[in-house]
């Protein structure tokens, strides 16, 4: 049996979410690279303009900054796929799967940041109620978008026992 776990993401058509306009805006002006060159290296800047999307942004540690910016800016290929990447998105395909979304029957676990700025608990909400095979909502209080990195237990704890109760025997 194979299982789904979803946690805070784009769904249906809250893509892209009004707080993620500004950074696509810095894709549209082809100001990100130089962004992120100076944040590469000035990682409390980085922290300062990040920590928001972490419920401890001390664990943004300056390696953990160079491992994240370092290959976004190692080639001008690398750069460009990072801005279209940003340019490219929109609500077309979240929306176009909701009827796969309601045929979807595998066992799915929706554990989700209740302090997340960009996806609301409303979406793990919808996507429960669309996808049939949901077992619920694990609503995560005091957790933001990158809760796994900052917070691994606030998704272990509920992942562990939905896992085994839904593994082959």
């Known amino acids: 049996m194979r299982t789904l776990t979803l946690t805070n993401c784009d769904v249906h058509d809250n893509w892209p979410p009004q707080a993620i306009?500004?950074?696509?805006?810095?894709?549209?002006q082809n100001t990100m690279a130089a962004l992120y060159e100076r944040l590469l290296h000035d990682p409390a800047a980085f922290r300062a303009r990040f920590g928001r999307t972490y419920s401890?942004?001390?664990?943004l540690t300056d390696?953990?900054?160079?491992?994240?910016v370092e290959p976004l800016l190692s080639s001008a290929e690398r750069r460009a796929q990072h801005a279209r990447y940003w340019l490219s998105?929109?609500?077309?395909?979240t929306v176009s799967v909701e009827p796969l979304l309601q045929q979807l029957r595998a066992p799915t676990l929706i554990v989700w940041a209740l302090d997340n700025l960009f996806f609301g608990v409303e979406?793990?909400?919808w996507l429960k109620?669309?996808?049939?095979?949901a077992v619920g909502v694990v609503e995560v209080p005091h957790a933001k978008l990158?809760?796994?990195?900052?917070r691994p237990d606030a998704l272990l704890n509920p992942l562990r026992p939905f896992l085994t109760q839904h593994s082959p025997v």
């Open 21 to 28: 306009l500004p950074t696509i805006e810095m894709a549209r």
């Open 56 to 59: 401890d942004p001390s664990i």
């Open 63 to 68: 390696e953990i900054v160079r491992l994240y």
């Open 89 to 93: 998105g929109d609500c077309a395909q």
């Open 123 to 125: 979406w793990a909400h």
């Open 129 to 133: 109620k669309t996808i049939p095979g």
């Open 146 to 150: 990158f809760f796994a990195e900052d």
